[in-house]
């Protein structure tokens, strides 16, 4: 069983909201990824929330400041990207966790995830967290998060980017910013979530996506499914060796 922690986000402009709670709430046009689709859980808040909160939201004028320091009023730009919307997923998938020989100990990990995880998105977005809904129907349990107001100062690599309410000008600069603001994210979920829950803050993964070769990304993928059903240490060298030989996508890795 994997161990490593996993949680993300990313910021949305109005017009594409739509999608995301639709796919989220498992409407019909949305669910071609999903083999057998089941009615989410939400567990705080609902999409009409979400939805609710985003039109009040962009209703509101923005604050500008003028050159001569004035604080004016405008309306919103239609791309205002006005969503922080996240997943956290749960390192072992559902068969796994439903299986009648997954281990106690670790399925008391898991609901201890599954609380933790909610009271630490509170933590961080107080009030402007919308909703959260739980998704039970994909390869592994996880929990979908809805933030709404101004992405640039909710989420957590692109808050780093301002220097006394400005946006860096220099790209290089802007970038190491929201790297570090989002490590600093992860390492505050290591803290609250990941360690109490025996989660590891980071690992060694070597992804089958990221190989180019599909017959090899099938090939790894099989693996895997060994590797989650009866852990072994020589085969997973093996594949450890087989993912290193393959040419992988020109894209740095990122690590935060």
């Not at 946006?167 to 989002?182: D, F, W």
Request: some cysteine; aromatic content about 10%; hydrophobic content about 35%.
């Amino acid at each position: 069983m994997s161990d490593s922690q996993f949680v993300r986000c990313h910021a949305y402009p109005a017009h594409k909201i739509t999608d995301i709670l639709n796919e989220a709430n498992r409407h019909s046009d949305f669910v071609s990824h999903v083999e057998r689709p089941e009615i989410p859980s939400w567990v705080i808040g609902s999409h009409q929330a979400v939805e609710d909160a985003i039109v009040s939201y962009m209703s509101t004028p923005a604050p500008v400041r003028a050159r001569d320091g004035r604080i004016l009023e405008r309306k919103r730009r239609k791309d205002h990207r006005c969503l922080v919307a996240g997943v956290v997923t749960w390192p072992d998938s559902v068969a796994q966790y439903k299986d009648l020989l997954y281990p106690r100990q670790r399925f008391r990990a898991y609901q201890e995830w599954y609380r933790r995880t909610q009271e630490w998105l509170v933590k961080q977005f107080s009030d402007k967290l919308i909703a959260v809904c739980f998704h039970n129907d994909e390869s592994h349990p996880h929990l979908h998060f809805f933030v709404v107001g101004d992405a640039q100062r909710l989420h957590p690599g692109m808050k780093h980017e301002l220097i006394n309410d400005h946006r860096m000008t220099v790209k290089e600069e802007r970038y190491a910013a929201h790297k570090n603001g989002l490590k600093l994210w992860l390492d505050d979920f290591y803290v609250d979530v990941g360690e109490p829950c025996g989660l590891l803050r980071a690992t060694g993964a070597r992804p089958a996506w990221r190989i180019r070769d599909r017959a090899t990304s099938a090939r790894l993928s099989e693996i895997d499914k060994k590797l989650a059903e009866r852990p072994d240490s020589e085969i997973q060298a093996e594949r450890d060796d087989l993912w290193d030989e393959q040419h992988q996508p020109f894209r740095p890795r990122i690590t935060f």
